[in-house]
């Protein structure tokens, strides 16, 4: 159920299937940040941003290195204008992966 919801999520396609998927996932295994990043991304670009942040919150709570979740509420932060505060998000998981910036933009994901 995850991976169905993270390619929904990730390319944007079905979100409102890709949350029905992440929530099963997330009822079958509530203590794996996975299933929260997914569906952070989900809500993230159905713009729930408040939800977004806080899926990325619980898979941070889960997995503090989740470069993913990083980013992803950092994006969110900076659609809700706080700006400093996704910028700090955005930095730290780009000292974790490198290479997120560029793979999140042809996503087609900016802030």
């Not at 898979?59 to 989740?66: D, E, I, K, Q, V």
Request: charged content about 25%.
């Amino acid at each position: 159920m995850n991976g169905r919801c993270w390619l929904r999520a990730l390319t944007g396609v079905d979100l409102d299937k890709a949350l029905n998927d992440c929530n099963r996932a997330i009822r079958n295994a509530p203590k794996t940040a996975a299933m929260f990043d997914s569906r952070g991304l989900a809500h993230l670009r159905l713009g729930d941003l408040d939800k977004a942040i806080a899926d990325y919150d619980a898979s941070l709570a889960l997995n503090p290195r989740l470069g993913w979740s990083l980013y992803g509420r950092g994006l969110a932060k900076q659609r809700k204008g706080l700006t400093a505060e996704g910028a700090a998000d955005i930095a730290a998981a780009t000292a974790i992966n490198p290479k997120l910036p560029d793979e999140v933009k042809r996503r087609g994901l900016t802030p």
